[in-house]
């Protein structure tokens, strides 16, 4: 999944975005208000899955980022971080829009269950086992399998494979999988996602005679059969704490 931190303390916030990475999640990390709407609003911005928004952001508050984004429509699953734990907190955060709220300190094995939760409750956000052919991609579990054979991907070949996989049969461009599977800020030429397409295309494709991860030329790529088939369902941490 892409997902959105919203986190002006520095510590807690690469904490929580280094935490959410090691589960090859896509992470992009903000600290501000200003910041957290230019990434969700912006024409032509990339779309993220979730966004784990801190409350007591410096100028204006996670409540009022909250309701602006659903002002404008956007379903985007929020999940607020606060150390505010009045009853009247909670509701005021329900009440702008948030899905989940979670107290400070927490555990981060609690915010990741928060986030996969919430991760189930978007239909759009299919979270079983997905397969193309005899590819199964499972992002619970975080597998890939090719027939009887387990694919071993880098973090990276992970992430480009969930961006292929959940678009099926969609064609992406090289911007659209820098913008999906690399962090907003990183540096990711035309040509390095080449590299990792030829990596990808080693290990699920070549050992099989079943071709799925496809080059339309001048457009981009795609995983997907030859007949176009579309993706079916395959049905003790320590406390972080902050001020928010």
């Known amino acids: 999944m892409r997902i959105l931190v919203v986190e002006d303390e520095p510590q807690l916030g690469k904490q929580v975005a280094a935490g959410l990475r090691e589960?090859?999640?896509?992470?992009?990390l903000v600290v501000d208000a200003r910041s957290a709407l230019a990434h969700l609003i912006a024409p032509g911005d990339t779309d993220y899955d979730i966004v784990v928004l801190d409350v007591l952001l410096p100028g204006v508050d996670g409540f009022t980022v909250c309701r602006e984004v659903r002002r404008r429509g956007l379903r985007i699953p929020i999940l607020m971080l606060t150390a505010r734990q009045a009853i009247e907190d909670r509701?005021?955060?329900?009440?702008?829009?948030?899905?989940?709220?979670l107290i400070k300190p927490f555990a981060f094995a609690e915010l990741?269950?928060?986030?996969?939760?919430?991760?189930?409750?978007e239909p759009g956000l299919?979270?079983?086992?997905l397969r193309i052919a005899d590819l199964t991609f499972d992002?619970?579990?975080?597998?890939?399998?090719?027939?009887?054979?387990?694919?071993?991907?880098?973090?990276?070949?992970?992430?480009?494979?969930e961006l292929l996989i959940r678009?099926?049969?969609q064609v992406l461009s090289r911007d659209q999988i820098a913008s999906g599977a690399w962090d907003r800020d990183a540096d990711h030429a035309s040509n390095v996602i080449d590299v990792f397409i030829r990596n990808l295309r080693r290990k699920i494709d070549d050992p099989f005679p079943t071709k799925l991860l496809h080059t339309v030329r001048g457009v981009g790529y795609t995983l997907r059969t030859s007949d176009n088939d579309l993706v079916g369902d395959a049905s003790g941490t320590p406390a972080m704490r902050g001020h928010g």
């Open 91 to 101: 509701v005021e955060g329900l009440d702008a829009g948030a899905d989940d709220y």
């Open 167 to 169: 678009h099926s049969p």
């Open 112 to 121: 990741l269950a928060r986030v996969r939760a919430l991760g189930r409750r």
């Open 23 to 28: 589960e090859l999640h896509t992470v992009d």
């Open 126 to 129: 299919q979270v079983g086992p």
């Open 139 to 161: 992002p619970l579990a975080k597998r890939v399998e090719r027939g009887e054979s387990v694919i071993s991907l880098t973090a990276r070949e992970y992430a480009i494979v």
